[in-house]
């Protein structure tokens, strides 16, 4: 620990959730910035009834509560994306997608300013092994984009590590001797891996490079299995794969829009809305494109899409969790089951396990010789993901860290390192 308050903050900006540390003595790492809590939920909501713009869980209960107006989640997932230069209409403005990443991200900064009492001009930023896989242009071009930004809302020194470093130094912190550790970052939008050795001698150096044995990363994080779960267990109650009187399939793109946080407002448009009636004439089970039409009609994607996350959440405790369709089928409720969820998630979850096996023999590393699991971001606990993992180290022990926290505060222990 500094002797003396860090220049520089660390500033995890997340799929679902974001964080901002600094190191000082004696205090904790991470700043709070809101309701006393360190993370700030990465949603922003435009009140169409008071014209106003509100952020993080403030932002999220007005929504929920019924207020009119849009919500934006998800918006890392812009970067790297085509859609970071398109626009958006809001309360009867074109918003810039870009300019909504400024709001969210200043208020960060302008929060954890509040809150250390002093103003932040340098600051290393995490990022996710792969913002896009298998284009690394476009990967750089996300990292230049988030860089352009901060630049944009008053940092004039930044700097970039990758998320599963960041939270390897801030476990390094709590260790007492050398070992070999998979870091597994597993949050709202991707899953990023590191291999890297640690020590309490070895945190004194100003150069790690050599201890990091090997980084991978793959697009897929929590949104993703939100996004599986409710396919296969809400959507069917919608119309998804049901049946037209020409024998067809319902049209899937809607379900798809409505499973995916950040394209959630692709269903509110009057084009998708006269082809939905249009469909309802022709189905098979009417009843279903009714609770479809109603949740178009009262806006409540986003509030669908909280109760699905919701279930996943209880559905890592619990082998079922209830579902309630109220806010567009008053009084209808839906169970939905473990078993169900990993079965959607299935290719999800080999997929993530086939980025682990690859990164050992990337790394140069038998599976026995890893000392430790460090599980950190939010959707790692998943059950099935954390068994999958385990099973390819059986020597390893499984340590949890900071779901929400351990990346931020190994930014802020980056950031003391390279600014001092």
Request: glycine share 10%; charged share 20%; hydrophobic share 40%.
């Amino acid at each position: 620990m500094h002797a003396s308050p860090a220049r520089a903050c660390g500033i995890d900006f997340g799929t679902s959730n974001s964080t901002v540390g600094w190191l000082r003595p004696g205090q904790p790492t991470l700043l709070t910035l809101e309701d006393g809590k360190p993370t700030l939920p990465s949603v922003v909501f435009f009140n169409a009834e008071a014209d106003t713009v509100s952020v993080g869980r403030n932002g999220l209960s007005e929504y929920l509560a019924g207020t009119e107006g849009r919500l934006m989640r998800s918006l890392k997932s812009l970067l790297g994306s085509s859609l970071i230069d398109g626009r958006t209409e809001v309360n009867g403005r074109a918003i810039v997608f870009r300019d909504l990443l400024k709001e969210f991200i200043g208020t960060l900064k302008a929060r954890a300013e509040s809150e250390a009492g002093r103003s932040f001009e340098q600051a290393v930023f995490g990022r996710p092994v792969f913002f896009v896989d298998d284009n690394p242009a476009a990967d750089q071009l996300a990292e230049n984009t988030l860089g352009e930004i901060a630049h944009a809302i008053g940092f004039k020194d930044i700097s970039f590590q990758f998320e599963p470093i960041a939270a390897a130094y801030h476990y390094e912190t709590q260790i007492q001797r050398e070992e070999i550790v998979l870091i597994a970052d597993i949050g709202g939008g991707t899953s990023d891996f590191s291999i890297v050795r640690l020590s309490p001698q070895r945190a004194k150096a100003a150069d790690r490079r050599s201890d990091v044995l090997a980084n991978g990363g793959v697009h897929i994080g929590g949104t993703d299995f939100d996004r599986q779960l409710s396919l296969a267990g809400v959507m069917p109650h919608l119309g998804y794969r049901s049946t037209l009187k020409n024998g067809r399939e319902m049209p899937a793109s809607i379900y798809f829009n409505l499973a995916t946080w950040h394209t959630i407002n692709f269903a509110y448009t009057r084009q998708v809305w006269s082809d939905q009636q249009r469909l309802y004439i022709d189905a098979l089970e009417p009843e279903r494109l009714e609770r479809l039409l109603a949740l178009i009609e009262n806006r409540a994607g986003h509030w669908l899409a909280h109760q699905v996350e919701q279930a996943k959440i209880a559905l890592s405790a619990d082998d079922q969790a209830t579902l309630r369709l109220d806010a567009f089928a008053p009084g209808e409720m839906h169970t939905l089951s473990r078993l169900e969820f990993e079965l959607a998630s299935t290719q999800l979850v080999e997929k993530i396990e086939s980025t682990v096996a690859n990164l050992l023999p990337t790394a140069g590393i038998a599976a026995e010789r890893i000392d430790t699991v460090f599980f950190t971001g939010g959707s790692s606990g998943i059950p099935a993901l954390r068994e999958r993992i385990a099973a390819q180290l059986p020597k390893a022990q499984a340590v949890e860290g900071d779901l929400f926290g351990s990346i931020g505060a190994g930014l802020a222990v980056d950031a003391a390192r390279r600014f001092g």
